[in-house]
């Protein structure tokens, strides 16, 4: 079953637990209620918003990813539960005995395999997208010669035009990125806990002060799927993160993605990809399988 993603934005909420249900209340007065058991990500978007500990601890017993947005509407930071898996000690072994043969190996999938969808999006859009093609034959173990950054300076270029810089704190369309791919990184490294994956154990990241170096290597060849939502709106003359804009961007988790020839919504493919990543640790797989994008 997919996991609902749900938005608080909306003023003052006071947020509870019942009989197993996240109540939301205003004034004193109860407005929704939805059961947790039906929650993957919960973004919290309102600095007046105020929580229980009981519901804090039974958002992560249930394995959701829980968002909190500062003052500029940015995500700021990620509650995950500390164990997602009964396995959990066996996959981290796997991860920390990955020889940087394998790593090197698997980062080289994941860059060809974002460099790929990114063709796609610019193809889609009716953007050249050959070169990048050819560009993601060309990623060698480890990427050396770093085809991911030259491969997102002709991507960018050509998406949202030749004066677009892709800057976190840059003008539109960067505040759309910038959610849209906060909301990704949540539901991805939720995936990779619940898949008992350790977070910090990254593939390629590995700054010392990034809990989520996995989810953000991971989550690399699925970015595209945030930046062909982002295009329509670009293309629709969109700049403000309105709370119409956040729903679309949030829709991306459901949005349908290829997996192995069926068609899954990426949070439940993102499972089955950490799956995928954890045969390949373990010798019984000798790549990634990944989600592929969907356009109509």
Known sequence: MIKRVVEISSGPTNLTLR???????????????????????????DRSVTYTNALLCALLANNVSVVVCGENHVPAGLFLPMEGNTVQAEVFALQVEAMPRLKNRLWKEIVAEKIRNQADVLMQGNREGAVLVEMAKRVAAGDPENMEARA??????????????RDRYGYPPNNFLNYGYAVLRAAVARAVVSSGLHPSLGIHHCNKYNAFALADDLMEPV????????????????????????ARLLGVLSSPVDWQGQNFPLMVALHHYMASLKRALAGEEKGLYFPRLVFY
Request: glycine share 10%; net charge negative; charged share 30%.
């Open 152 to 165: 997102a300076v002709v991507y960018w270029q050509r998406l949202f035009g030749g004066d677009f810089c």
């Open 223 to 246: 970015r595209p799927m945030v930046d062909s939502i982002v295009y329509q709106m670009w293309k629709e003359g969109k700049s403000e993160l309105t709370k119409e804009e956040k």
């Open 19 to 45: 009989h197993s249900q996240l109540i939301l209340s205003r004034d004193g007065e109860e407005i929704g209620q939805v059961p947790i058991e039906d929650l993957g990500v919960l973004v919290v978007d």
